[in-house]
């Protein structure tokens, strides 16, 4: 069964740090891109970060530019996402998506974890 | 950027058909693929249409998806309405090294 679980949420103040993992299993996780996704409470879908299969290319949305960074540990299944300057805008369940092909340049998010919970107050 | 517009609400009762459209506002939405994913409330999203008009195995055929280049929409369309449908639709889409999501149509069954 492909599992994805996040962790590291939690609450933090403003101008604080947090760095969020996503535990992988059941899939190949050196295959496939993964994504992060936010949805603030009672919004919709927001797109946060991007990253290939094999850790090389990076994307982020421009409204998180130079206050997130996303990586992989291909050896352990762990994706991360480190946040930095937090603000209350950024409270959120942050959820981590497996992409269905080696890039997020095509493909689609096509299984989800229960997401962390970031509150910034 | 481009921005995916998506109506906030619909209602509709069981049995009945219904369609969400997703309209993008600059660029062909024949340019580049459209997904549709399903929400319910406290739940996580799960894909029901990819590459505009596929299914994932297990997403009964009830869901379709296209696409219509002349009102540059992409179009989801759920018939035969269970109360189980009743859930939050997204749309998404590629832009240049980013992610577009639609804001959301909150479905509405009874």
């Known amino acids: 069964e492909v599992k994805l679980v996040e962790s590291g949420g939690g609450l933090e103040q403003p101008g604080g740090s947090l760095r969020l993992a996503c535990v992988s299993s059941?899939?190949?996780?050196?295959?496939?891109?993964m994504t992060w996704v936010r949805q603030a409470p009672g919004k919709g879908l927001e797109w946060v970060s991007g990253?290939?299969?094999?850790?090389?290319?990076?994307y982020y949305a421009d409204s998180l530019k130079g206050r997130v960074t996303i990586s992989r540990d291909n050896s352990q299944n762990i994706l991360f996402l480190q946040l930095r300057s937090l603000r209350a805008d950024d409270t959120a369940l942050y959820y981590c998506?497996?992409?269905?092909?080696?890039?997020?340049?095509?493909?689609?998010?096509?299984?989800w974890g229960k997401g962390t919970m970031v509150t910034v107050s | 950027n481009f921005l995916l517009t998506q109506p906030l609400s619909m209602s509709e009762s069981p049995g009945k058909t219904v369609t969400i459209s997703c309209t993008r506002s600059s660029g062909s939405i024949a340019s580049t693929y459209v997904q549709w994913y399903q929400q319910r409330p406290g739940s996580s999203p799960i894909i029901l249409i990819y590459e505009d008009r596929h299914r994932p195995s297990g997403v009964p055929d009830r869901f379709s998806g296209s696409v219509d280049s002349f009102s540059n929409s992409a179009t989801l369309t759920i018939s035969g309405l269970k109360t189980e449908d009743e859930a939050t639709y997204y749309c998404h889409s590629y832009g240049v090294n980013h992610q577009v999501f639609g804001g959301g149509t909150k479905l509405t069954v009874l």
């Open positions: 998506a497996k992409w269905s092909t080696a890039t997020t340049l095509l493909g689609y998010m096509d299984v």
């Open positions: 059941g899939f190949t996780f050196a295959d496939h891109a």
């Open positions: 990253i290939s299969a094999s850790g090389g290319s990076t």
